[in-house]
């Protein structure tokens, strides 16, 4: 499709666990972010590449979250040691360029739920 | 990036137009701002987006006032499949930083048959 896709759609996870969540952004484009979505709130940053490069970071909660995009493609969100805290729906945006003016295109998100 | 408050919700007759209203008072000169719609289990959906000049596409029309301080999207003729949370972002075009959106709490937005 030509749109972000992310999978799985829902994830069901034990406390404790370790979880990858894949995001494939928009062919071609430059800047992949990531988002946590609390039931109920406007979702917040999480990270941020341009291109494989992870420019901004600051918004992960701990150092239990980790986020690649090796070939600066397809990215994935790693969360080692799931607390039940962590359930939330990931989204994952991206943009065609850096910078400027463009918008940035949503997937509709993995749904985590951690038992 | 400015803070943004809109209402926290409204209700439109279907088939009439919907006016979301945003303030932005504190907002920068390189800021535009941005609207999105987040439909229920769904991603947040791009609408429109706009610096000073009004903007209009195919889904909405946004009006920024002359002062820059507020803003309204309207939908012209609201349906059932636009009941949704509105949110209105401002965001650095250009400069240092990631860009990130900043989301509000947002309009839910009701369109009643």
């Known amino acids: 499709g030509a749109g972000v896709s992310q999978s799985p759609r829902y994830k069901v996870a034990k406390r404790g666990q370790d979880v990858a969540l894949r995001c494939d952004p928009i062919?071609?484009?430059?800047?992949l972010f990531w988002y946590q979505q609390a039931l109920g709130q406007g979702p917040e940053f999480l990270t941020y590449?341009?291109?494989?490069?992870?420019?901004?970071k600051s918004g992960l909660p701990s150092d239990r979250f980790f986020a690649e995009r090796p070939e600066g493609s397809v990215s994935t969100l790693k969360i080692q040691r799931t607390q039940q805290e962590d359930s939330a729906v990931y989204l994952c945006a991206s943009s065609p360029q850096v910078g400027g003016n463009q918008p940035q295109h949503f997937g509709d998100g993995t749904r985590l739920s951690i038992l | 990036d400015a803070k943004t408050t809109q209402p926290t919700s409204m209700d439109c007759a279907e088939g009439r137009a919907a006016n979301l209203p945003c303030n932005h008072s504190?907002?920068?000169?390189?800021?535009?701002v941005y609207w999105y719609r987040q439909i229920h289990s769904q991603g947040p959906q791009y609408i429109i987006h706009?610096?000073?000049n009004n903007e209009t596409n195919e889904m909405a029309s946004l009006i920024i006032t002359e002062d820059r301080k507020s803003s309204t999207l309207i939908l012209p003729h609201a349906t059932l499949r636009d009941t949704a949370v509105y949110y209105c972002i401002v965001r650095v075009a250009a400069g240092a930083g990631s860009y990130q959106l900043t989301f509000g709490k947002g309009t839910k937005l009701s369109v009643i048959p």
């Open positions: 062919s071609g484009h430059v800047s």
């Open positions: 706009g610096l000073k």
């Open positions: 504190t907002i920068s000169g390189n800021e535009y």
């Open positions: 590449f341009q291109n494989e490069a992870q420019l901004d």
